[in-house]
């Protein structure tokens, strides 16, 4: 996949997972797998990977608009917060603030974040979550 071909949106959150991975001041080789991992998934080659991070774009106003593409990015960022199987207290406000970013209603905030973790902690998938949030 060229650069040209990876959209701002997506760009700005692989800029969000890298912010993610490192506000806990514990960037971890497990975080750094799974921001690999994240891109590969995404079909995203590593060295694209690297000029994203290495060039960062402005990231307020580049936010998901839909529900789908909201609950994937913040799946993504919850992966990324417990892939050493801790939440710090940095993390989980990092959380808090890219869901109130991503437009949900402050009063949902805590409940958003606290049901992301157990639900990433429990093995579920994105599927599941959607599913279980339509639903």
């Given at each position: 996949?060229?650069?040209?071909?990876?959209?701002?949106?997506?760009?700005?959150?692989f800029?969000?997972?890298?912010?993610?991975?490192?506000?806990?001041?514990?960037?971890?080789?497990?975080?750094?797998?799974?921001?690999?991992?994240?891109?590969?998934?995404?079909?995203?080659p590593?060295?694209?990977?690297?000029?994203?991070?290495?060039?960062?774009?402005?990231?307020?106003?580049?936010?998901?608009?839909?529900?789908?593409?909201?609950?994937?990015?913040l799946?993504?960022?919850?992966?990324?917060?417990?892939?050493?199987?801790i939440?710090?207290?940095?993390?989980?406000?990092?959380?808090?603030?890219?869901?109130?970013?991503?437009?949900?209603?402050?009063?949902?905030?805590?409940?958003?974040?606290d049901?992301?973790?157990?639900?990433?902690?429990?093995?579920?998938?994105?599927?599941e979550?959607?599913?279980?949030?339509?639903?």
């Amino acid at each position: 996949m060229e650069n040209n071909h990876i959209t701002e949106n997506l760009k700005a959150h692989f800029l969000r997972l890298y912010q993610m991975a490192i506000c806990d001041d514990d960037f971890s080789a497990l975080e750094l797998k799974m921001l690999y991992k994240c891109a590969e998934e995404r079909g995203i080659p590593s060295k694209n990977l690297d000029e994203i991070l290495l060039n960062p774009i402005n990231l307020k106003s580049l936010v998901p608009q839909s529900i789908e593409e909201k609950i994937d990015y913040l799946y993504d960022l919850t992966i990324m917060i417990w892939a050493d199987g801790i939440v710090s207290p940095n993390e989980y406000a990092a959380m808090q603030k890219y869901v109130l970013m991503f437009g949900f209603l402050e009063e949902n905030v805590t409940a958003i974040v606290d049901y992301l973790i157990e639900a990433v902690r429990i093995g579920k998938n994105k599927s599941e979550i959607l599913y279980e949030l339509k639903n």
